[in-house]
């Protein structure tokens, strides 16, 4: 993934081609997600990651053998970003709605922890591997790797994971596919938590843009241009998640799973205001540590919420919603703030939706039917 954006960043020097690109990652994975959730109710999720990860595999080994034959177009690039999104829609409801089937319901706290820790790891160490391997080999010899790696994650779900299909799969359906789409969102409709949750989890989202895609440039207008400090600065952030995720594993969080969530949402508000004063580079860099480990605070429950509330039977189509989410509006919401920091100061707009995801916590945390999400253990 990396050595796809870098090369059209490189390669095009435009700020266009970019925004295509990031078009291209996430526009697929909004408008498959919901087919992607439905799949995950009525077929084995296990092959469907399986099929999914394959898929991506063959695009990316058609692609190093395109390039090792000295055809490199850029709308080549665009259409590996595309496809690879697309697996993407279909592989994480998957995933979301695959665990419960293997982990015990008292577990999957601490286990979605020790997943999102290991994934941290992974978003830490990738970049820096990326640019070794593109200063070592051509571009289509790291796209080799990826395909190897794919076709070994392939192998662990094969032959060393045996688990039974759920038990919607193994039924003889009679429903469309856009009837069971529409089931999916009559059931997240009607249920009594659902709505308000992810109405919350959106209005976050949107308010956490400006910190997520804008303190790079606040660093290079503040404290300096030079890459050791962007470097620094994704560090801390990275690490924070590590810490954040390995003391939830440990701890397990609160029993109320929706006051973990509201303590990390508190803390992110309180960075995002702290960001936005701005301190000295070392203190900020400590504000980005800390704020990672509230992301990670937060990431976690919010899984394991839907894991614990959610009926297996619908369980992929709800998760295909919050794929939806998360791929979609803090994107869509940089079309508002990425043209805003030219006008303002971005200081200026990190103490606005800091100050305002203060205030969403607060009405969250007075909010009954969201306390209640957090205590409930079944599925309404």
Request: aromatic letters at 10%; hydrophobic letters at 55%; a positive charge.
């Amino acid at each position: 993934q990396y050595a796809l954006m870098w090369h059209v960043t490189l390669t095009s020097g435009s700020g266009l081609m970019m925004t295509l690109y990031i078009i291209a990652g996430f526009v697929p994975t909004f408008l498959i997600a919901p087919f992607g959730g439905v799949l995950a109710d009525r077929y084995d999720r296990r092959m469907l990651m399986v099929l999914a990860d394959a898929g991506i595999a063959l695009v990316t080994l058609a692609l190093g053998l395109v390039l090792a034959s000295g055809f490199d177009a850029l709308w080549l690039f665009f259409a590996a970003a595309a496809v690879r999104s697309i697996g993407q829609a279909v592989q994480q409801p998957a995933v979301g709605a695959f665990l419960p089937q293997i982990v015990p319901q008292d577990k999957l706290m601490r286990v979605n922890s020790i997943n999102g820790t290991v994934l941290s790891v992974i978003s830490l160490a990738s970049p820096a591997l990326a640019g070794l391997l593109l200063s070592l080999l051509p571009l289509q010899a790291v796209f080799f790797i990826d395909v190897a790696t794919a076709i070994l994650a392939i192998c662990v779900l094969l032959f060393a994971l045996k688990t039974q299909a759920h038990a919607r799969a193994l039924e003889k359906l009679r429903v469309s596919w856009f009837a069971d789409l529409r089931d999916g969102f009559a059931y997240i409709r009607s249920h009594r938590y659902l709505v308000p949750f992810f109405t919350f989890v959106g209005l976050l989202l949107v308010l956490v843009t400006p910190s997520a895609f804008l303190t790079p440039l606040q660093t290079a207008r503040t404290y300096g241009r030079e890459v050791w400090r962007l470097t620094a600065l994704e560090i801390a952030f990275s690490g924070g998640m590590v810490v954040g995720g390995a003391l939830l594993a440990a701890w397990g969080g609160f029993a109320n799973r929706m006051r973990t969530v509201l303590v990390s949402v508190m803390a992110m508000g309180a960075c995002t205001v702290a960001l936005g004063l701005p301190p000295s580079y070392p203190v900020y860099l400590g504000v980005m540590l800390v704020y990672g480990i509230a992301m990670a605070w937060y990431n976690t429950p919010v899984q394991v919420l839907l894991q614990e509330h959610v009926e297996s039977a619908y369980l992929g189509r709800v998760y295909s919603v919050s794929t939806m989410l998360f791929t979609s509006v803090m994107p869509l919401s940089m079309l508002f703030f990425g043209p805003l920091a030219e006008v303002i100061r971005i200081e200026w707009m990190l103490l606005g939706s800091g100050t305002l995801i203060l205030a969403l916590g607060a009405a969250a945390l007075l909010n009954k039917t969201l306390h209640a999400f957090g205590t409930a253990k079944i599925a309404a």
